[in-house]
T-cell receptor, first 117, second 113 residues
Framework: NAGVTQTPKFQVLKTGQSMTLQCAQD?????MYWYRQDPGMGLRLIYYSASEGTTDKGEVPNGYNVSRLNKREFSLRLESAAPSQTSVYFCASRDLAGWASSYNEQFFGPGTRLTVL | AQSVTQLGSHVSVSEGALVLLRCNYSSSVPPYLFWYVQYPNQGLQLLLKYTTGATLVKGINGFEAEFKKSETSFHLTKPSAHMSDAAEYFCAVSGPSGSRLTFGEGTQLTVNP
């Protein structure tokens, strides 16, 4: 199992450019999440999807859109990048159902380091 | 609403010394509590979690944490620090439905030889 994978690993954009960050999980998890990590601020939730076909806003959704393409994939789109969106972006997934010992644990991808100039 | 406060953004210990990383939470419902570790340039991985039952929880790499409801705390400890423990540590809380995690701001642990 690859777990949670993210592409790309690094990206540099100019202000106003758009891009999509890709995330996929192979654990058959229902829920998927997008976070951004900034120094001294922990992880802040951008959007999440509790199940295929649903998405909800988190703490900091402005400037982002998401698509839950299928159960495996959850993408994050920046329509018009701004320097304030320079950050490290993490995707995570979680299995809502069942008695597994990982109940409520979120599994994280390796991150995408985005710089907006 | 839930929140987490991690006391001390940076903690420095000597190799072999006790590690204590503090976490206090606020939750209107019985909480689920987590500690995650992040090594440089990597994602987060779970160290340990408390959901119900025994309040002293043991995790990976010799870490443990104790849930104290009366103090709304979930401090992380390790009796003897190792150089490989140098990383950033995050405390997180969720409610019984567990849909969302709220993270603390993180504590950077430095281990000195």
């Amino acid at each position: 199992n690859a777990g949670v994978t993210q592409t790309p690993k690094f990206q540099v954009l100019k202000t106003g450019q758009s891009m999509t960050l890709q995330c996929a999980q192979d654990m058959n998890h229902n829920s998927m999440y997008w976070y951004r990590q900034d120094p001294g601020m922990g992880l802040r939730l951008i959007y999440y999807s509790a199940s295929e076909g649903t998405t909800d806003k988190g703490e900091v959704p402005n400037g982002y859109n998401v698509s839950r393409l299928n159960k495996r994939e959850f993408s994050l789109r920046l329509e018009s990048a701004a320097p304030s969106q320079t950050s490290v972006y993490f995707c995570a997934s979680r299995d809502l159902a069942g008695w597994a010992s990982s109940y409520n644990e979120q599994f994280f991808g390796p991150g995408t380091r985005l710089t907006v100039l | 609403a839930q929140s987490v406060t991690q006391l001390g953004s940076h903690v420095s210990v000597s190799e072999g010394a006790l590690v204590l990383l503090r976490c206090n939470y606020s939750s209107s419902v019985p909480p689920y509590l987590f500690w995650y570790v992040q090594y440089p340039n990597q994602g987060l991985q779970l160290l340990l979690k408390y959901t119900t039952g025994a309040t002293l929880v043991k995790g990976i790499n010799g870490f443990e944490a104790e849930f104290k409801k009366s103090e709304t705390s979930f401090h992380l400890t390790k009796p003897s620090a190792h150089m490989s423990d140098a990383a950033e540590y995050f405390c997180a809380v969720s409610g019984p439905s567990g849909s969302r995690l709220t993270f603390g701001e993180g504590t950077q642990l430095t281990v000195n030889p």
